[in-house]
């Protein structure tokens, strides 16, 4: 069995737990999966302060908490789906997911954190610092779902603070990361869509629509030792694709690709 129809074969079953959604209208509020509480690896959400001018509030008072800010897009959909994948596509021991905020010391227990909407974020000095010291003591930052020049200034602006003097290249498909158990080449990048991007064709297959004057980029930061600390997914949404991980509508190969970089990323994270 190749390794896409493998992978795909293991996330049906990663994601069994949960209830089929009905298409992209909207979830089923059925229960979260449960999860040990401690483990070799949480998939940790960041809350960050925003930019003032792009503030605003989301609510999910129906899954029994309130979350506040663009730090909470696809939660907490894509942890719990991701979660699963990861739990079955590897040995790592898999615990619940966690968000906290950004000055959390709790931060510094764990090898691999996620931040989405970074294109909207405004970081303060002390999150600023405190991402810093978390990047040179061996952390590892996965942003995502931030898309065109403007949000890329956002971003850029603020890593330059974080990280001074450190550039942002694009990931060569010589890195190791790349590589370091799924083998993705320059040939399997596509772009990764949000479920706003796709659409129902008249025959009603569904298809994608990537927003004009928009190229996926998969790029990253390294310290001094040529170590990989900040791995960006710009131009696509990697966090619908493992949201949407049981959704028949969502393009399968695309969901694929996604739980393969994911992967790749935590499993780097944990070696280097």
Do not use: C
Not at 62 to 72: K, L, T, Y
Not at 95 to 101: G, Q
Not at 241 to 264: C, I, K
Request: aromatic share 14%.
């Amino acid at each position: 069995m190749s390794r896409p129809v493998a992978l795909t074969a293991l996330l049906l079953l990663s994601i069994g737990a949960l209830a089929q959604r009905l298409g992209f209208q909207g979830h089923d509020e059925g229960p979260r999966p449960v999860f040990p509480s401690t483990g070799e690896f949480h998939f940790v959400r960041l809350e960050y302060t925003d930019l003032p001018q792009f503030h605003r509030r989301w609510g999910f008072a129906s899954r029994g908490a309130n979350g506040e800010g663009w730090w909470v897009v696809d939660w907490p959909d894509a942890e719990d789906h991701f979660s699963l994948g990861v739990q079955r596509l590897t040995r790592i021991e898999t615990a619940e997911p966690l968000h906290f905020r950004l000055q959390d010391k709790r931060l510094f227990d764990n090898p691999w954190v996620y931040a989405t909407q970074a294109g909207w974020w405004g970081l303060t000095q002390a999150e600023t610092a405190q991402l810093r010291e978390y990047l040179l003591r061996g952390g590892f930052l996965v942003v995502d779902d931030f898309w065109g020049p403007q949000q890329w200034e956002i971003f850029r602006q603020t890593m330059d603070r974080v990280l001074p003097n450190q550039p942002i290249t694009d990931i060569a498909e010589s890195d190791s990361v790349m590589h370091v158990l799924y083998d993705i080449q320059d040939k399997d990048r596509s772009f990764i869509p949000g479920t706003r991007h796709l659409r129902r064709g008249s025959d009603g297959t569904v298809v994608v629509q990537q927003p004009e004057g928009t190229t996926p980029a998969w790029r990253a930061m390294y310290d001094g030792r040529n170590r990989m600390v900040v791995a960006v997914n710009f131009n696509t949404d990697v966090g619908d694709a493992w949201e949407y991980a049981d959704s028949p509508e969502y393009p399968e190969h695309m969901t694929t690709l996604a739980y393969r970089y994911g992967v790749n990323y935590i499993i780097y994270a944990m070696t280097h």
